[in-house]
C-alpha cells in the first residue's frame, strides 16, 4: 500500500530519529534519569495513572519530569502540574506520535542531572507511536479493561516493541465483564514471558506495585 | 515536524487516494448503497455497536454487508459476519488506517447493486484515518464513555470531518463517572451542531434510534 518512493524517504528519516534518540538514551543513562515512554489507546487512562504515580514518587523524595504529547490542547499537562513536578506539554498539531527531536526540543533548560524520573506520555495511538524511538529505556505498553481483551494479538507491534504491560482501570473489570485470564493470555501469546502489572488510578489498585517495579528499573 | 520532501509525496499520494475516492463515492450512489466509515479508538466498540445495527436492519429486510480494517487478526470479520451478512476483512499489516484502494480491493465480485448498506468499520485510531476518504458518505466518529469527555477537543480533526457522533457503552457511563453534559459540550465547541447519537450495544440503547437515522440518511 505504501509506495516504494515514500518507503524510501520514510526510511531516511526514522534512521535519522534513531540516531538521535541513541544520543538521547545515552545522555539519559549518563545523567542517571530512567526515561519512560507510556504508549495506549486514547482513553487509556495514561494520565491519570501516571498523575498518581509521579505523587507517590514524589512522596518518596524522588526527582520527577513529565513531557505529555498530544495533537491540541495542554489538558494533560495542567493535570500532571497538580503533582508539583515540571510538566511540558507537546501539541503536536495533527502528528499522530511523538518524534524524539519533539521530545529534544522541551528538554531545554532542564538539568537532567537532577532528575531521577522523566516520563514521556505519548500521543493516544496503538499503531504509530511503536515506530518513534525516543531516547526511552522503558517502553511501557498500556491497556484498560474497557478496550477489549484482543488488543495484544491486533496491535503486537506495541507489545513486541514494548518492556512491560500495564493494565489499567482494573476498577471497570466486573461492569466490563473484562476477561482477564484471556487478556494475559493474548499478552503471553505476542510477547512470552512479558511483564504484566494491574492497576487502578481511581482505587490506588496496583499503583504501589508499579511504582515498585519502577524504582526497580532504575536502581539505585 | 514532517519534512518538505515526505510532505509532498504524501500530499501526492493523499491526492491520489482522493481521485479514486470521488470515483467510488459516485459509483456508491449511483447503486444505491449508503456506505458509512467507523472511525473511532481501538475498544470503543465499533464491531459490537456494528453487529447489532447490522442484526437489525436485516430484520427490516435491508441488504447489509460489511468492510472491517484491523493490523492483524480476523475477529472483528468473524464476530460480524454473526449478523448473516457478508464481510471481509482488510489487514492492514501495520498500516494504521485504511485507505480507497484497499476498500476498492476488497468489493470485488460484490454487486452493489444489490446493497442497501455498506459498512467500514476502520482501524483503531482517532488521527490517520480522518485523512483518508474511502468513498463513504457518511462518516461517523465513535467515543466510549470509559474514553473521557477531552476527546473531542483532543482530536479535532475526527469530529471536524465526520457527519456525526455516536456516543457508545452508555451501559457504562456511571461507573465511569461519565460527564454527559460536558461531552456534548466539547463535541459542540468542536463542531456545533453535529448530530449526536448514544448508544449501548450491550443494553440495546439508543440503536433503534442510531439505525432509523441511517435509514433517514439512505433515503426510500
Sequence with gaps: MIEPRILAVRTK???????????????????????TNLVSSPGTGKTALLLETMKLLID???RVAAIVGDL??????????ESG??????MTHGCCHLEADMV????DGWDLGQLDYLFIENVGNLVCPTSWDLGESLRV????????EDKPLKYPGLFN??????????????????DRGLALKNIEAVRPGMVVLETSAKTGGGVTEWTDFLEQKKGP
Design 104 to 107: 529534544r526540543d522541551h528538554l
Design 141 to 148: 505498553a498500556l491497556l484498560s479493561v474497557t478496550e477489549g
Design 60 to 62: 518518596r523524595g524522588r
Design 13 to 35: 528519516i526514522l534512521k535519522k530519529n534513531d540516531e538521535l534518540a541513541r544520543r538521547m538514551r545515552a545522555e539519559f543513562v549518563a545523567s542517571g534519569v530512567l526515561v
Design 85 to 90: 513536578a515540571p510538566v511540558r506539554q507537546i
Design 72 to 81: 491540541e490542547t495542554d489538558n494533560d499537562a495542567r493535570r500532571l502540574a
Design 161 to 178: 516493541t514494548s518492556d512491560v504491560a500495564v493494565i489499567t482501570k482494573i476498577d471497570l473489570s466486573r461492569a466490563c465483564e473484562f
